[in-house]
Structure formats: structure tokens, C-alpha cells
Nanobody, 122 residues
């Protein structure tokens, strides 16, 4: 599976962004998709994940209620809608995929996109 993330940019605190992750190479509906982020000087951390058919989602506590993960398997694309953005959301955001089983552990994901930078100004 090849992944290509896009949609990052500069936004003011309180604003919104939608990230996209386009996938190719396999039957994408068989893959769990996740979003992770890495702020400068910090470890890469889990943000959200969605099951292959989109019926199950999970979020980190830090974004719950502000972020929605979704997918369109007809377009082989996963989305991350981020609202009420805060300066602490500033990070490089990565999409990732793994076969079938839901997990929030970074080490369990086998495929990674290149990352897209989100900067939230105060």
C-alpha cells in the first residue's frame, strides 16, 4: 500500500483543516487506516484510526470531540477533519495503514505516508 498525505497548512487557532490520505496498491477496504502526528522534539503519537469499512473509529483523548476520521473506499482515501485547532496541534501529520486489525500502536502500522505539516498560530 502506498500512501500520500495532503491538506496541511497554516491556520489560526480555532480554525479548521481537512487532511486527506490517498492510497494505492491494494484493496484498501481491507486495511485499517490511522493518523499520527509528530511535533518538533516529540515522539510520533496516535491521533485517530478507522476500520477498513469505516464502521469503527477511535481517537486519542487530546483530539476527541474536535477531530473526525472518515474514509471513502471508492476513492481509496481517508480524511481527517480537524476543528477548533489549537497551537498544540502543530505537528507533521502522517497517515498509516495496516491489514485488518484496529490498533493505536504506532509500531503495528506497516505502511506510512510522507507526512503533511499543520501549523496552528495563536
Amino acid at each position: 500500500v502506498q500512501l500520500q498525505a495532503s491538506g496541511g497548512g497554516l491556520v489560526q487557532a480555532g480554525g479548521s483543516l481537512r487532511l486527506s490520505c490517498a492510497a494505492s496498491g491494494r484493496t484498501f477496504s481491507e486495511y485499517v487506516a490511522g493518523w499520527f502526528r509528530q511535533a518538533p522534539g516529540k515522539e510520533r503519537e496516535f491521533v485517530a484510526a478507522i476500520s477498513g469499512r469505516g464502521g469503527t473509529t477511535t481517537y486519542s483523548d487530546s483530539v476527541k470531540g474536535r477531530v473526525t476520521i472518515s474514509r471513502d473506499n471508492a476513492k481509496n482515501t481517508v480524511y481527517l477533519q480537524m476543528n477548533s485547532l489549537k497551537p498544540e496541534d502543530t505537528a507533521v501529520y502522517y497517515c498509516a495503514a495496516r491489514f485488518r486489525s484496529m490498533t493505536t500502536a504506532r509500531s503495528d502500522y506497516d505502511y506510512w505516508g510522507q507526512g503533511t505539516l499543520v501549523t496552528v498560530s495563536s
